[in-house]
């Protein structure tokens, strides 16, 4: 096999592991999201004692697994970032909607209903 076949084939490799980690980044999203249902307030969405521990976490796995602990904990901390706007967008969405809501006129029973 040539050097150029080799980079296809590895690409290749690549290529079934993204779709793997992508797959299993949006499982991990629509986890946060359901969990985010659960928060009231910005300070535990923010969370971040649950943070240091997630980083501390991936930093071990990775070293674990011989990867540079560096590489997950920068990669985490961009995610956790992401999904953290993700959750105050979330929870800026609820309480403009609870605002609204409260706002609503009690009774809305149509003209002529019984
Ligand atoms: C998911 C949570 O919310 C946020 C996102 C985290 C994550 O993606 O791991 C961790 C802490 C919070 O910043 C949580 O509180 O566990």
Not at 41 to 47: A, G, L, Y
Request: glycine share 8%; proline share 4%.
């Amino acid at each position: 096999m040539t050097g150029a076949e080799r980079i296809d084939e590895l690409r290749g490799s690549i290529d079934g592991l993204d779709r793997q980690i992508v797959a299993m980044l949006a499982e991990r999203t629509r986890v946060v999201r359901e969990l985010t249902v659960h928060k009231r307030d910005e300070e535990t969405v923010r969370s971040p004692g649950r943070v240091e521990q997630v980083i501390a976490k991936v930093r071990r796995l990775a070293d674990e697994s011989g990867m540079p602990p560096g590489i997950a904990e920068a990669t985490y901390r961009t995610l956790i970032a992401e999904l953290t706007e993700l959750q105050l967008d979330l929870l800026a969405e609820r309480r403009a909607a609870a605002a609204e809501g409260a706002l609503r006129p009690a009774a809305t029973v149509p003209e002529g209903a019984a």
